[in-house]
């Protein structure tokens, strides 16, 4: 995966306008969304990805559906449109209708995923997919494949043990894995410094051999909000 530096002087119009309708097309779905949960029409929850758009632009933007294998979060409504999928293939899934094309409307809602274009489907305890992740980064490198995993999660999430065991095992294996860590500083009403013991989660990993660019990564994921 090629690290490209974008600027607004240098990204070509056709670009722009593109990130610009995702980014907006995003919002509006992050706004109704809600609004079938209170007409009690489905979405049996809805945590809004506001102020994390950048970073989830680019997480759908660099995903190559041919080669690389996107496991999202909750949160990851805007990564979702990014790598492709529709805005009716969401609603599909937070309406759990059949036709839904992760599960067929089994799952709860806010889990994207489509199989079919290796948008895998994630348990819903809460950063267990970054294990997920490392098994088919495991397989990639096995069966000499192209391409990479991306996890996505949370900052506070990345307190799991099984977190730990997935980073760790990325680590000793030298596994094509990235971690993303969408740090709004709290884990749902707990604040990060409650949970986590570093300013920056992924500093937690900081000792693990061979992970200084997947954590030079994780930083610039790292996105300052306001609560
Ligand atoms: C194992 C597990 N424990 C608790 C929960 C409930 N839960 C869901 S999200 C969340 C907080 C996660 O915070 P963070 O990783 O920072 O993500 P954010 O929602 O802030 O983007 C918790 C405690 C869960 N889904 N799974
Ligand atoms: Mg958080």
Redesign the pocket.
């Given at each position: 995966m090629e690290a490209i530096n974008y600027t607004i002087n240098t990204t070509d119009k056709e670009t722009l306008a593109k990130w610009f309708h995702l980014l907006t097309l995003g919002r509006k779905l992050d706004e109704k969304a809600p609004n079938y949960l209170k007409q009690a029409l489905g979405w049996s929850f809805h945590?809004p990805y506001a102020g994390?758009d950048a970073i989830q632009l680019a997480i759908g933007q660099v995903f190559d559906r041919q080669t690389d294998h996107l496991f999202l979060?909750?949160?990851d409504m805007l990564s979702a449109l990014s790598a492709g999928m529709t805005t009716e293939e969401i609603i599909l899934n937070g309406l759990s209708k059949a036709t839904d094309p992760g599960t067929g409307g089994r799952h709860m809602s806010n889990h994207f995923s489509k199989p079919a274009w290796h948008i895998h489907n994630v348990s819903?305890?809460?950063?267990?997919h970054t294990l997920h992740a490392v098994g088919v980064a495991r397989a990639l490198k096995k069966y000499h494949q192209k391409g990479v995993a991306i996890s996505s999660?949370?900052?506070?999430?990345?307190?799991?043990g099984y977190v730990f065991e997935a980073i760790n095992g990325a680590s000793n294996e030298k596994l094509p894995v990235i971690f993303v860590i969408?740090?709004?500083?709290?884990?749902?009403?707990?604040p990060?410094k409650d949970?986590t013991a570093n300013l920056h989660?992924a500093d937690n990993y900081s000792g693990l051999k061979i992970l200084e660019s997947s954590i030079a990564t994780a930083k610039t994921c790292l996105i300052p909000l306001t609560p």
């Amino acid at each position: 995966m090629e690290a490209i530096n974008y600027t607004i002087n240098t990204t070509d119009k056709e670009t722009l306008a593109k990130w610009f309708h995702l980014l907006t097309l995003g919002r509006k779905l992050d706004e109704k969304a809600p609004n079938y949960l209170k007409q009690a029409l489905g979405w049996s929850f809805h945590a809004p990805y506001a102020g994390h758009d950048a970073i989830q632009l680019a997480i759908g933007q660099v995903f190559d559906r041919q080669t690389d294998h996107l496991f999202l979060y909750y949160r990851d409504m805007l990564s979702a449109l990014s790598a492709g999928m529709t805005t009716e293939e969401i609603i599909l899934n937070g309406l759990s209708k059949a036709t839904d094309p992760g599960t067929g409307g089994r799952h709860m809602s806010n889990h994207f995923s489509k199989p079919a274009w290796h948008i895998h489907n994630v348990s819903s305890a809460t950063g267990n997919h970054t294990l997920h992740a490392v098994g088919v980064a495991r397989a990639l490198k096995k069966y000499h494949q192209k391409g990479v995993a991306i996890s996505s999660q949370g900052e506070s999430s990345t307190s799991e043990g099984y977190v730990f065991e997935a980073i760790n095992g990325a680590s000793n294996e030298k596994l094509p894995v990235i971690f993303v860590i969408q740090d709004n500083r709290y884990g749902i009403s707990v604040p990060k410094k409650d949970q986590t013991a570093n300013l920056h989660a992924a500093d937690n990993y900081s000792g693990l051999k061979i992970l200084e660019s997947s954590i030079a990564t994780a930083k610039t994921c790292l996105i300052p909000l306001t609560p």
